[in-house]
């Protein structure tokens, strides 16, 4: 029989508070806040994943659990927790009922009956999305893009760079989050050496560990199940391979010989056995104190597709050429971000992409996502020459109605110009207003300004300079004239 019940009422001396939790000795190892849950009857490891990389970042985690929440000071029954949507921190505030069978938490709970935390972010998430059922079976950078506000992207683990170390350590050192997963075998079983299918981890830290006879890359992942590990070379429990290394380099790397679900394996092992890897690209920096590596600096912007009125377009401008790039190739590193508002809410799923374009006179784009995609963000990293460039986020079919969010990620020191419809909105307002068309202002929106400013725009940079400007600024004049002189002829 299923039961709702008071988590407090599990244990009467419970005296939890998110601001202890945070702190206390038993939730840090090696400076990095732990992750220790116990995933429930949901298949929602992919959120866990996702708490597993959050609880990383001390920062992070209070951003999405507020500190100062306690059984004690203040009690009232409510919990209040934090997720980013569309652009925003939403609040999001649950009762202390959590649903029990014989007296055991039915989804997340922890192994110390005293912590309640995880249970409670995974019922205001579902509440967030619509109930615990829609946690079943997920994606990982979904919920990472919910629980940062980063940008999210899907990778195979086989197309990465040959210098892996290299990217690995520069996706961490700008504060990414990274979840891997091997996608091949039954629904959580484990393969020959102790990895799981289609199961979420973390990826954690990369290091070159010093030998005896050498150096060895290593990765350090995490199941945040909390036990269930590699058990091949390096492993924590079997892998002779640490016999070759002192024990002052092996307390710097953190290592300890138990399941507690962290492990180290070698690079050339992470990819034989993980297929897939999510990455998520923060936009507020969590890079070390003297890391030369720059965080990525994001622009937002909301629009709208609405029948018959163009596709909206956006100026982009790339200065900043990257540091690692020669004379004779210099280029730009960006990542575009499109994401479809209230997809599962509405149940709707559009088919989206992004096409970008040197300019609008030219049929072909210079770069574009690969294909249309149902997913709610799509997302678009790549380089480009320095330049002005033009953004078109589109619907694969014609006419289509939704919201979307863009958001543009690049090194710091490019600016995105983005074409200023925002401008001409409001100064056609202000006409209108003011003169025999009063009261239609109430029917234009930002995409008919964005439609005129293509009409007008004879250079294809989806801008008005002064002259294209002035011509526009003329047939107005010329239509409100003309409007007038027709009505009063009636």
Known sequence: VLSISPFSLLNHETTYCFQELCSSPQ???????????????????????AIAS?????????????????????????????????????????????PTLDNKLIYLSSPDKCEFWSSLLEKAYAKLKGGYRA??????????????????????????????????????????????????GPL???????????????????????MKNGTEDLVRILNPWGNTEWEGPWSDLNGQEWNRVGVEEQKRLGRVSREDGEFWMSVSDFRQNFEAMEVCHLTETLSKPGSRVRPWSCIIHHGNWEPGITNPQFSFILLEVDSSTT????????????????????????SIALHIYKDLKTHRPVLYSHHYSSRREIVLRSSLPPGHYIIIPSTFEPNQQGEFLLRVLTEQGNTHGFCKPVHLYNLLTEVIQGGVLAGSEKYLTLEHC????????????????WPEFQGLWDKIRRWTVRLSTHSSNI
Not at 188 to 210: C, D, P, W
Not at 328 to 342: I, N, P, R, W
């Open 54 to 98: 959050l609880s990383v970042h001390r920062s992070l985690l209070k951003k999405v659990v507020p500190l100062g929440q306690s059984f004690q000071d203040g009690y009232n029954g409510c919990f209040t927790f934090r997720f980013w949507q569309y652009g925003q921190w939403k609040e999001v505030t649950i009762d202390d009922l959590l």
């Open 27 to 49: 939730f840090i190892v090696n400076g990095a806040t732990r992750l220790d849950v116990r995933q429930g009857k949901l298949n929602d490891c992919w959120l866990l994943s």
């Open 135 to 184: 946690l079943d079976m997920g994606f990982p950078h979904e919920a990472m893009v919910d629980m940062t506000g980063g940008v999210a992207e899907v990778l195979n683990i086989s197309s990465l760079p040959r210098d892996l170390p290299a990217f690995l350590r520069q996706l961490l050192a700008k504060g990414a989050l990274i979840n891997c997963a091997n996608c091949q």
């Open 188 to 210: 959580e079983q484990r393969n020959e050496l102790g990895i799981m299918f289609r199961h979420a981890y973390s990826l954690t830290a990369v290091e070159t560990v010093k």
């Open 327 to 350: 004379e004779s190739g210099k280029t730009c590193s960006f990542v575009l971000a499109l994401m479809q508002k209230h997809q599962r809410r509405r149940g709707i799923n559009l």
């Open 450 to 465: 964005k439609s005129i400013v293509v009409l007008m725009d004879s250079q294809g940079i989806a801008q008005l300079n």
